[in-house]
C-alpha cells in the first residue's frame, strides 16, 4: 500500500504563484509514475503533469510554460511548481502514484485563484 499525502495549496491572486508537495509513504513499494491532476466544480479530474522514475514528463496544454513538475525518487516525493497562475486553474489537485501497476490517489488540497 503507498498513502499519498498533499500539501501546499492555497489562495493565491491571479499572476501569482504556488508550490506544491506530495508525500508517499508506505513499505514495499517502487514507485514508478508521480504526478498531479485536478479537479474544477462541475469538471471531470484532468491530467496536469506527471512524471516517471526515469525523469520522463508530460504536461497538460493548458499549463505548459507555467507549470513544473519536479521529483525527488529517494524521498519518495513529487512537486509542482506553478506560476503565472490564472483563475481557471482553480481546482482540487490530486497527487496520484503508480506502483506496480496499482494506481494511488492523495486526498486532494484545494487551489483557489482569485483576486
Known amino acids: 500500500q503507498v498513502q499519498l499525502v498533499e500539501s501546499g495549496g492555497g489562495l493565491v491572486q491571479p499572476g501569482g504563484s504556488l508550490r506544491l508537495s506530495c508525500a508517499a509513504s508506505?513499505?514495499?513499494?517502487?514507485?514508478?509514475?508521480m504526478g498531479w491532476y485536478r479537479q474544477a466544480p462541475g469538471k471531470q479530474r484532468e491530467l496536469v503533469a506527471v512524471?516517471?522514475?526515469?525523469?520522463?514528463?508530460t504536461y497538460a496544454d493548458s499549463v505548459k510554460g507555467r507549470f513544473t513538475i519536479s521529483r525527488d525518487n529517494a524521498k519518495n516525493m513529487v512537486y509542482l511548481q506553478m506560476s503565472s497562475l490564472k483563475p481557471e486553474d482553480t481546482a482540487v489537485y490530486y497527487c496520484?502514484?503508480?506502483?506496480?501497476?496499482?494506481?494511488?490517489w492523495g486526498q486532494g488540497t484545494q487551489v483557489t485563484v482569485s483576486s
Open positions: 496520484k502514484a503508480v506502483a506496480l501497476s496499482v494506481y494511488y
Open positions: 508506505g513499505s514495499g513499494f517502487s514507485i514508478n509514475a
Open positions: 512524471r516517471t522514475r526515469a525523469g520522463s514528463t
